[in-house]
């Protein structure tokens, strides 16, 4: 299984897929088993457009036996049904006591999909193949991000990115970013932006995310001239990716209040508010306010 683990860690999803499917099909009843469970591991993966095929990986591996009692069948099982949206009561007496880190990230992913952050913290232990070890470090993020604990949020995600590879490493530096902008820790917001923007090409979407983390990172640290100059340059990309977000113009308008550009303050922060959903507008409007 070593290869597939490599396989997976590199984001070969297809080739990983096609040789474990090749072993459930012609390797021993045990070696079957096994390729089923991080069959339907891998398909979890893919969150609710895996789920079919995840279900019919579990069945497959428990149709071969000796899997009622087995605690990362059933707590695969449990994120699964967690992730469709049933009750605790049908999730949570599925879990077995266990110490395989594989089976406890799957009940923790389960924990999460309940909105029990802080059991799923408590659930995740050291110990995961590499492609699992990054998103547990992930999920860490996101709970702890949910919980407002911004800096261990940001550590999380940092740890993350030490161990994920291409787009995911790019990915979790932006969200150490926005974690460390959210700290009010402009410093290590940059040094996770800068790493991000040394991996290679990017998203004219990524691109835009960037440069707006960029430009509210460079307000903390009371730079408005260089934040407006970043916030420009994510207005650019955004109209080249067709994704037009409140913020962006809104880190524009406070870098142009600070530098005593009020009109143009007025005239970003009426932009940010057409771009504004329902439950956004209030923040917009108390910003208007002050400009």
């Known amino acids: 299984m070593r290869g597939v ?11 990983a897929i096609e040789r474990l499917a090749r072993k459930a099909l012609f390797g021993r009843k045990e070696e079957a088993r096994e390729a089923l469970l991080l069959l339907a591991e891998v398909y979890s993966l893919y969150g609710e457009e895996g789920l079919e095929k995840a279900h019919r990986s579990l069945e497959e591996a428990y149709e071969l036996g000796e899997l009622e009692f ?62 699992l070890a990054w998103r547990a470090e992930a999920l860490k993020g996101r709970a702890l991000e949910r919980l407002g604990r911004h800096r261990e949020a940001a550590l999380a995600y940092e740890e993350g990115a030490r161990i994920a590879l291409g787009l995911e490493r790019y990915w979790l530096l ?93 005239e970003a922060y009426r932009e940010a508010l057409l771009r504004a959903e329902a439950s956004e507008r209030p923040y917009v409007l108390h910003e208007l306010g002050v400009a």
């Open 5 to 15: 683990l490599e396989a997976l860690h590199q984001g070969d999803y297809d080739s």
């Open 174 to 266: 932006l969200d150490a970013a926005a974690m460390w902008v959210e700290a009010g820790e402009g410093e290590r917001a940059l040094g996770a932006l800068e790493e991000a923007a040394a991996l290679g090409e990017e998203s004219p979407e990524d691109a835009a995310t960037r440069h707006y983390l960029l430009a509210r990172a460079h307000l903390l640290l009371g730079n408005p001239n260089r934040a407006l100059e970043e916030a420009r340059k994510a207005l650019e990309k955004e109209e080249e990716s067709g994704h037009k977000a409140y913020g962006t113009p809104m880190v524009a308008g406070q870098a142009l209040l600070q530098l005593g550009r009020y009109a143009e303050a007025v």
């Open 70 to 131: 087995h605690p990362l069948y059933r707590a695969l099982l449990g994120e699964l049904l967690a992730l469709e949206g049933r009750p605790e009561a049908e999730v949570l007496p599925l879990f077995l006591p266990t110490e395989d880190p594989r089976a406890r990230y799957h009940q923790a992913q389960a924990l999460f999909y309940l909105g029990r952050l802080e059991e799923a913290l408590r659930t995740l232990r050291p110990g995961l193949p590499a492609f």
